[in-house]
């Protein structure tokens, strides 16, 4: 086989690539090494996540109302 060929693959650097799967770890770990900077950031994304779902609720509950009729003036 040519030898320049198989150097020139992109699959000659599969083995020294790390994928996200591979480099991900679970929040149990940060818990363990980082236990008040977890906490925040969990607590940050559960209040995000609560003021998503109420403006979510707000819009929904907007687009249900009917909406105002406009008054009519008379001249």
Known sequence: MDKAFELSKRERFDSL???KDEL???NDYYHKIHPIEAAA???NLADAAAAAEAKKKA???KAAAPAPAA????S
């Open 17 to 19: 690539l790390l994928r």
């Open 24 to 26: 991900s770890r679970s």
């Open 41 to 43: 950031v969990d607590k």
């Open 59 to 61: 819009a929904a509950a």
């Open 71 to 74: 008054s009519q003036e008379s």
